[in-house]
Structure formats: C-alpha cells, structure tokens
C-alpha cells in the first residue's frame, strides 16, 4: 500500500463529522492571542483553545490510538496538560504544534499502556473492534479495521511518524520536530514505517485495492 493511500484511509477514520477543514485559517484571535489568554488564566482562554483545537486533537489522537472508547478521555487529558505547561510555550504563535506535540505523547503513552495490558493478558481477546468512522461504506470500515491491525505491529514511535506524515501531511522537519528526533532518524522510521505496512496490505484481499491510486 503506498502512503498517499493509507492516508486517505485514517483520513476517513479522524475525520470530523463537520467536514470542517482544521489547517484553515483561523478566524477570530490569533493563536499567539489564545496562548496568551491562557498563559494569563483568562477564563475566556478554555473555551476559545477547545473550539479552535479539540478536532484536530482528537482527529491526531483517533488516527495514532485507532478504534479504542477512551479517546474523548484522551482528549481531555491534552487539554489539561495544556494549561498546566503553556508557561513552557515559548512562542505563542507556536500554539498549534505545541498541542500537537501534547497530543502525541498522550498517543505515545497510551499506545504503551495498551501493549503492557496486551501483554498481562488484560485486554479483551485481541481482536481489533469495528472502526467507527462516517464513512458509510463498509468495506472502507474493515479495510481501516485492518489497517489499525497492520499499524499495532509497529513500533509506537514509527507508527506515529507514518500517522504525522502520511495522515496530518506534516514535512519530515515537522514529524521530526514533533517527535523530538533528528531529521535523519524520522527518516529512518518512516522508511520501515513504510514498508511494513506496505508488504502487509499487498497481502491482504482488501487492503490490496487501495494501491496504485493517487490521493485525494
């Protein structure tokens, strides 16, 4: 499966049911205004940052976890430890990769507790729940089922990498700096990234025909 594919898929998964267009540009305050209101504990700031930001949180957080019940508890995590490290923002007008950034070690943090409760025998049997998406379509709905199955065979770290670049369409300076690694090493993880998930869709009945097309 060729990335541009994959990325059509988790972009049906994170999609907002509004069809809203996060990368837009934003109306209202500039996010350095936002991260001002906040570092200042204006009580206008919480409901500001939350509409601005919460779908494209929640979309970074659906497309790096996958089909899992807690991520509305995820989303509320992102946002608590927001406001408790905005001090650290160093750029206000930084607002957005900062959330980001909040957002995937949340991800990171949850991948691993979901492989330690794997591991312990704690989960269910195993098997990867239905993917909710609002795509009607139902074999769109198992090809990213199985897609989530191919990605939880990755390491956390590179599945995040293929998630920023291949989902969010970050630059590899973007996925490198979001992940706080060097430009060479998301390079690196991206290309196994790659080409695990690729080998594993060629072999799959569904997955295969969602290769070779362009993407949207």
């Known amino acids: 499966m060729s990335p541009p594919s994959s ?3 988790l972009r049906i998964a994170g999609r907002a049911p ?4 996060h990368r837009a540009a934003p109306e209202g305050p500039s996010d350095a205004d936002l991260a001002r209101l906040a570092r200042d504990k204006d009580p206008r700031a919480a409901t500001l940052v939350w509409d601005r930001y919460s779908g494209v949180v929640r979309a970074v957080l659906f497309r790096s976890v996958g089909p899992s019940h807690d991520v509305e508890d995820l989303v509320q995590e992102v946002f ?3 406001f408790k490290n905005v001090g650290a923002l160093r750029d206000p007008s930084s607002l957005r990769p900062f959330l980001v950034g909040i957002a995937l070690r949340t991800a990171h943090s949850a ?3 979901k492989r330690v409760r794997r591991w312990l ?3 269910d049997d195993g098997s990867v729940p239905e993917v909710p998406s609002h795509d009607s379509d139902p074999r769109t709905r198992e090809a990213l089922r199985r897609l989530y199955v191919i990605l939880d065979e990755l390491p956390d770290r590179e599945r995040l990498a293929f998630v920023l670049r291949h989902a969010e369409g970050h630059e590899l300076s973007e996925t490198a700096s979001a992940l706080d690694v060097s430009l060479a ?3 690196r993880m991206l290309q196994r ?3 695990h998930v690729q080998k594993r869709a060629k072999d ?3 997955l295969s025909d969602w290769t070779g097309g362009d993407d949207e």
């Open 185 to 187: 090493t998301v390079k």
């Open 7 to 9: 990325a059509r898929l």
């Open 193 to 195: 990234a790659e080409a």
């Open 18 to 21: 509004s069809g809203h267009d």
């Open 80 to 82: 608590i430890g927001f």
């Open 204 to 206: 799959d009945d569904l």
């Open 121 to 123: 025998h704690l989960s």
């Open 111 to 113: 991948l691993r507790k």
